[in-house]
């Protein structure tokens, strides 16, 4: 079993930036791809980035290519979502996520899934 925590939200303006981690407890992280995913209110949970287990392959959604950029670190078990140019859209909580599968933007094919960390935007 892996258990997840996110850290790193909070508050930025327009244009600036957050990067958001994701530890991660339970010897078997490394063997799991690991994804981003975010819910704004009163809209359904949507796919952001997924790593592979070994940190070699990456995967974005379009609404985050060349802004986000996802990494992992296995001897830390830690996964990060670097955000830049970060606009009012997204705004949302966002959660990290483990999965057996490569890649993978559905929520069901998640098995592990953190509290989250709430990200706001201001304009």
């Known amino acids: 079993q892996v258990q997840l925590v996110e850290s790193g939200g909070g508050l930025v303006q327009a244009g600036g930036s957050l990067r958001l981690s994701c530890a991660a407890s339970?010897?078997?992280?490394?063997?799991?791809?690991t994804g981003w995913f975010r819910q704004a209110p009163r809209k359904e949970r949507e796919f952001v980035a997924e790593?592979?287990?070994?940190?070699?392959?990456?995967y974005y959604a379009d609404s985050v290519k060349g802004r986000f950029t996802i990494s992992r670190d296995n001897a830390k078990n830690t996964v990060y979502l670097q955000m830049n140019s970060l606009k009012p859209e997204d705004t949302a909580v966002y959660y990290c996520?483990?999965?057996?599968?490569?890649?993978?933007?559905?929520?069901?094919?998640?098995?592990?899934w953190g509290q989250g960390t709430q990200v706001t935007v201001s304009s």
């Open positions: 339970g010897r078997t992280f490394s063997n799991y791809a």
């Open positions: 996520a483990t999965t057996r599968i490569f890649p993978v933007d559905h929520v069901r094919a998640y098995d592990y």
């Open positions: 790593i592979s287990w070994s940190g070699g392959s990456t």
